[in-house]
């Protein structure tokens, strides 16, 4: 599912369940939920499983993966990845450094913003206006939420990046409907890339099986675009 979104140089792996025998944890990582509920205690587990069957497949071994400032993962040198866990999904998503400069990847449940004035809080006037008109059209899709997980990919790729909060406010989401693509406009000054400040990031998503999956990946070295 994941995959699909993400292109060759990024490796992936996923798990929609935490059914028998949990992955295996480095004492590190377990004393960081030794006294979680069950169900924390198995997405944690299985995401970093994910996570290092996406390392094995770059010959790398196993390592514990530990939150680091905010939360962000500690990936070993050289590589770059994000994780993500939600209710029936776990997914990792890593890159060599050398390939690509950052990745985001969020993985929501297919149904309405919890609780009241989250919406609120969450989307720009603009936003509100463009989900009410992608939801005439398509009623099957929440899309709400899906730019509330665009905007979460849009974070884990920021912050490795500038090592600054985001706020949902400072950055505006238009969904393309039909292409499966996203556009994130920064509204505050981005970070700087080869000598040029990123304006934003563009993404994919998909909505499959209950899921809402959102996507961005930032190559390494931009294409060059020649004159039009």
Not at 106 to 131: C, F, I, Q, T, Y
Not at 160 to 177: K, Q
Not at 199 to 226: K, N, Q, S, Y
Request: proline content about 10%; some cysteine; charged content about 20%.
């Amino acid at each position: 599912m994941i995959a699909e979104l993400l292109p060759s140089p990024v490796e992936t792996a996923q798990a929609f369940t935490d059914t028998g025998t949990l992955p295996g944890l480095f004492p590190q990582e377990a004393a960081l939920v030794s006294k979680a509920i069950p169900e924390r205690r198995g997405e944690f587990a299985t995401v970093r499983a994910c996570a290092r069957q996406a390392l094995a497949r770059f010959g790398h071994g196993p390592v514990p993966i530990l939150p680091g400032e905010r939360g962000a993962p500690q990936w070993p040198d050289g590589f770059v990845g994000s994780m993500t866990h939600c209710l029936g999904y776990r997914a990792a998503a890593l890159a060599r450094a050398t390939d690509m400069l950052t990745i985001g990847v969020d993985a929501e449940p297919n149904k309405p913003l919890p609780g009241s004035g989250v919406a609120e809080s969450v989307l720009r006037p603009a936003e509100r206006e463009h989900v009410a008109r992608l939801t005439a059209d398509r009623p099957d899709v929440f899309w709400g939420r899906l730019i509330f997980s665009a905007k979460e990919s849009v974070y884990k790729a920021w912050y490795p990046l500038t090592r600054l909060w985001l706020d949902f406010e400072e950055a505006e989401v238009r969904v393309h409907p039909t292409a499966g693509t996203f556009h994130a406009r920064l509204l505050v000054p981005g970070p700087e890339v080869n000598g040029t400040r990123l304006p934003g990031f563009d993404g994919r998503w998909v909505v499959r099986d209950g899921l809402i999956v959102t996507t961005i990946a930032v190559p390494r070295v931009f294409p060059v675009v020649g004159p039009s």
